[in-house]
Nanobody, 123 residues
């Protein structure tokens, strides 16, 4: 079973940056496609970004394209999300997740989830 733990959330003003990390353990981290999702208060969890096991095959939600960058370090079993030019609409709990083959942009395509880290962007 894969254990995922996010860190790096916090409060930032609009236009600022944050870098989220997701540490993986208990499985073969390098063999999974990894993704970031987020859930704002009162809304459904939504896809943010995804990266294949090799570091290629990168996809972003339209709402974050050009502002967020997903990456991974398989030697450190860690997934990252660099978030720049943050907006109040980016306020949410951010989750990392692993997939062994499901749809990369669907919550139903993920096998394991972290507990999330809160990002708050003020105007």
């Amino acid at each position: 079973q894969v254990h995922l733990e996010e860190s790096g959330g916090g409060s930032v003003q609009a236009g600022g940056s944050l870098r989220l990390s997701c540490a993986g353990s208990g499985g073969t981290f390098r063999s999974y496609r990894m993704g970031w999702f987020r859930q704002a208060p009162g809304k459904e969890r939504e896809f943010v970004a995804s990266i294949s096991w090799s570091g290629g095959g990168i996809y972003y939600a339209d709402s974050v394209k050009g502002r967020f960058t997903v990456s991974r370090d398989n030697d450190k079993n860690t997934l990252y999300l660099q978030m720049d030019s943050l907006k109040p609409a980016d306020t949410a709990v951010y989750y990392c997740a692993s997939s062994s083959g499901g749809d990369y942009d669907s919550v139903y395509g993920m096998d394991y989830w972290g507990r999330g880290t809160l990002v708050t962007v003020s105007s």
